[in-house]
């Protein structure tokens, strides 16, 4: 079985940081795609950032220049650095991944999610 933990979300005031990380463990023979999703109430589940196993990412408009995604193979984790927060960064955030177990199959999992508060 495979589990996405994600720890680090919180509450900061507009402007500052936050760093999230997302550590998948279990039966893992590899991992291709990591991604960061958010949703904020009342609003659909929209992507943030992904993450090739190669290192190639792609960021949301919203987010460009603010946040910085990363990830750590050796320890199966993705990292979402995020500065300069804004109110409207206030969200869910969720951790996805496509992970295999054996050379034969793919699936994708989610996180559980962990809450970033934005506020004065």
């Known amino acids: 079985q495979v589990q996405l933990v994600e720890s680090g979300g919180g509450l900061v005031q507009p402007g500052g940081s936050l760093k999230l990380s997302c550590a998948a463990s279990?039966?893992?023979?590899?991992?291709?795609?990591m991604n960061w999703y958010r949703q904020a109430p009342g609003k659909p589940r929209e992507l943030v950032a992904r993450?090739?196993?190669?290192?190639?990412?792609d960021y949301a408009d919203s987010v460009k220049g603010r946040f910085t995604i990363s990830r750590d193979n050796a320890k199966n984790t993705v990292y979402l650095q995020m500065n300069s927060l804004k109110p409207e960064d206030t969200a869910v955030y969720y951790c996805?991944?496509?992970?295999?177990?054996?050379?034969?199959?793919?699936?994708?999992?989610w996180g559980q999610g962990t809450q970033v508060t934005v506020s004065s």
């Open positions: 996805n991944a496509d992970i295999r177990s054996s050379p034969y199959n793919s699936k994708n999992y």
């Open positions: 993450i090739t196993n190669g290192g190639s990412t």
């Open positions: 279990g039966s893992i023979f590899s991992i291709s795609i």
